[in-house]
C-alpha cells in the first residue's frame, strides 16, 4: 500500500530555513509526479511545488525563488528546501501522489515561522 511519510518540520524564525523530507514505499517512486501542499490554519490546503517524473519543477507564485523540490529516485524520497521562510509560510505541509482518480497523502509535518 502507498505510504508517505513527511519529516523536517519544527519552529524556526522568520528568515530561516528548513528541510521538509517525504519518504515514499509501496508504489515505483520513479513513475510518479511528486508533490508538497500545506495548509495554513483556517485556510484550504494549497499546492505549493511539484516535481515531475523528469525532475521538472513548478512552483506556487507565492514561494518561487525561496523553496527548492527536489527528489532522490534511488532512495524513494521527495525533499523541499525552504528559504528564507516567512509567516505566511506556516502550516501543515503534505507529500502526495496522485494515482488516477485517487490522491495519497503523508500525515504531514508542521512548519511554525514566528519570532
Known amino acids: 500500500q502507498v505510504q508517505l511519510v513527511e519529516s523536517g518540520g519544527g519552529l524556526v524564525q522568520p528568515g530561516g530555513s528548513l528541510r521538509l523530507s517525504c519518504a515514499a514505499s509501496?508504489?515505483?517512486?520513479?513513475?510518479?509526479?511528486m508533490y508538497w501542499y500545506r495548509q495554513a490554519p483556517g485556510k484550504e490546503r494549497e499546492l505549493v511545488a511539484s516535481?515531475?517524473?523528469?525532475?521538472?519543477?513548478d512552483y506556487a507564485d507565492s514561494v518561487k525563488g525561496r523553496f527548492t523540490i527536489s527528489r532522490e529516485n534511488g532512495r524513494n524520497t521527495v525533499s523541499l528546501q525552504m528559504n528564507p521562510l516567512k509567516a505566511a509560510d506556516t502550516g501543515v505541509y503534505y507529500c502526495?501522489?496522485?494515482?488516477?482518480?485517487?490522491?495519497?497523502w503523508g500525515q504531514g509535518t508542521q512548519v511554525t515561522v514566528s519570532s
Open positions: 509501496g508504489f515505483t517512486f520513479s513513475a510518479y509526479t
Open positions: 516535481i515531475s517524473t523528469g525532475s521538472t519543477t
Open positions: 502526495n501522489i496522485r494515482r488516477g482518480s485517487l490522491d495519497f
